[in-house]
Every structure is written in C-alpha cells, then in structure tokens.
C-alpha cells in the first residue's frame, strides 16, 4: 500500500509569513498526528486529528493549528512564522491514536529565515 | 511530568556484536513503549511494541523487553550490521489517557562498525 506523503518537501520562509503543509495519510488510516522535530528537542507531539476532529493537542502556540479532510488528509498551518519554527515536520498515520503502529511521511523541511 | 529518556551519546559497535539500547521512563507507568528507526532525513519506522504485562518480544534480530521494576526497557539488535547503524527512538503514551499522543525520546544514534 502507497504510504504516508508529505508536500512540500522542502520549504523556505521568512519571518512573520504563514506556511500550509499538508499530509495524505495510508487508506484506511482515520488518525493523523503532527510531530516537530529540532535536534535539541527532538520529536515534539502537536497534535492528533481523527475523523476531522482534533482529538488531542501538545503545549505549542496557538500560531500553530491544523484540520483534517473526511478523506483523512491533514494539513497544518503555522502563522507569524518565527526562527525558532525551522524544524522538521512530520505526520504519522495509524488506524486509531497512538497504540497503534504509526506510519511516518518523509517530513516538510521547513527552514525559517 | 511524564518523561521517556534515552542515552544520547552515540554506541558504537563492531559487525557481529549485540548493541542494547536503553529506554528509561519516569513519573508513570507506560501501558505500553514503541521502539523506532530513523535514519537521517527521513522519518521513523516503526518496529516493535511491547505491552507492560509483555516481558519480552522479538522480531528477527531484534529484542525488546519491558521492565516495570526497573521502569525500562532495553532494545537489543543481534549480530548487528552496518546497516543497522540508524537513530532509534523510544516512545510512549503521554500517561494522561489520551489516546493519540505519543512521546518520544531523545534517540540513541547506533554505528555498526565493519
């Protein structure tokens, strides 16, 4: 089965822009989580969508936020980007939360200048 | 709070030998943990889970076992190969009851010297 797929790849932004990525999950997968990743924080939970509901969120800003389709794509949107938000962003497909296996995309390089 | 801790200092091993990697959890008790690779640029894959009331679980080469006394568990890989040399990842539900939440750990780089 095709995975998990994440566009874009790579991204470049300046301060104080916003920046939509978005997450097609594995058919059949209804979970979609987001994950930050930075070399001194490793990988940080932002937050959890399952049948287009946000069903639990991590201790980020509110500049960060998220949807799901009823096609189970996911996207987030961070806004007033700051330098801190360069990052590596991940999202995680599974059937049901986080007992479940979870199906990892490439990640959206996000690199803010 | 809840925290899923890793050494990270990097292991370097020979071809052949077993690497163990540790996973420490404190200030709850993790139904379950979930161990990880990632190689650079790239994201996790999962590879093994093992349940509190599991001592031990395997897969090929690789072993896991979950200590509730110790509140560890350790991760070993078999005859270890170059190609195992990755980042592994520890993780575990936040303890709060939510379902969706995982937290990881910082991550053990694992070199398999030939």
């Known amino acids: 089965k095709a995975g998990v797929t994440q566009t874009p790849r790579y991204l470049i932004k300046t301060r104080g822009q916003q920046v939509t990525l978005s997450c097609s999950p594995i058919?059949?997968?209804?979970?979609v989580s987001w994950y930050q990743q930075t070399p001194g924080q490793g990988l940080q939970f932002l937050f959890e969508y399952f049948s287009e509901t946000q069903r639990n969120k991590g201790n980020f800003p509110g500049r960060f936020s998220g949807r799901q389709f009823s096609n189970s794509r996911s996207e987030m949107n961070v806004s007033t980007l700051e330098l801190g938000d360069s990052a590596l962003y991940l999202c995680?497909?599974?059937?049901?939360?986080?007992?479940?296996?979870?199906?990892f995309g490439p990640g959206t390089r996000l690199t803010v200048t | 709070s809840q925290k899923i801790e890793q050494n990270s200092e990097a292991l370097n091993i020979q071809e052949g030998k077993t690497a163990t990697l540790t996973c420490n959890y404190t200030n709850y008790s993790p139904a379950y943990l979930q161990w990880y690779r990632q190689d650079p640029g790239r994201g996790p894959v999962f590879l093994l889970l093992?349940?509190?009331?599991?001592k031990e679980k395997r897969k090929e080469r690789l072993k896991v076992t979950f200590d509730t006394t110790l509140k560890q568990s350790l991760f070993h890989i078999t005859a270890s190969q170059p190609a195992d040399s990755a980042t592994y990842l520890c993780?575990?539900?936040?303890?709060?009851?939510?379902?969706?939440?995982?937290?990881f750990g910082q991550g053990t780089t694992l070199q398999v010297k030939p």
């Open positions: 093992i349940r509190e009331n599991e």
């Open positions: 995680a497909s599974s059937l049901d939360g986080a007992f479940y296996e979870q199906y």
């Open positions: 993780a575990g539900p936040d303890g709060s009851g939510n379902t969706g939440k995982l937290i």
């Open positions: 058919s059949g997968h209804r979970s």
